[in-house]
Nanobody, 121 residues
Framework: QVQLVESGGGLVQAGGSLRLSCAASGLTFSNYAMAWFRQAPGKEREFVGI???????NYADSVKGRFTISRDNAKNTVYLQMNSLKPEDTAVYYCAALKSAVVAVVNVDYWGQGTQVTVSS
């Protein structure tokens, strides 16, 4: 069965950095785009960024220039490097695998369990 397991969340001060990891198993990793979404309390889950199998990434405007997604197909792992963190980045971050060319919550094939990121001011 498919599993996406996130790690690396935690508490950090504003301006700090964190790196999230997502280890995938049970799927042909290189066949999927790997994305990160986040959900803050009382808000809908929102897109953060995606890295397609071909390698080039796309990001939400709110994180461009601060967050970087990378993937290691040999390790079946995707990473989210988060720099210059802001309190508004506080959320549960979810790893996602999808094949659809349309990036949306409803088009995600598999979800991770989520990892909490809290940015203090």
């Amino acid at each position: 069965q498919v599993q996406l397991v996130e790690s690396g969340g935690g508490l950090v001060q504003a301006g700090g950095s964190l790196r999230l990891s997502c280890a995938a198993s049970g799927l042909t990793f290189s066949n999927y785009a790997m994305a990160w979404f986040r959900q803050a309390p009382g808000k809908e889950r929102e897109f953060v960024g995606i890295r397609w199998g071909g390698g080039y990434p796309n990001y939400a405007d709110s994180v461009k220039g601060r967050f970087t997604i990378s993937r290691d197909n040999a390790k079946n792992t995707v990473y989210l490097q988060m720099n210059s963190l802001k309190p508004e980045d506080t959320a549960v971050y979810y790893c996602a695998a999808l094949k659809s060319a349309v990036v949306a919550v409803v088009n995600v094939d598999y979800w991770g369990q989520g990892t909490q990121v809290t940015v203090s001011s």
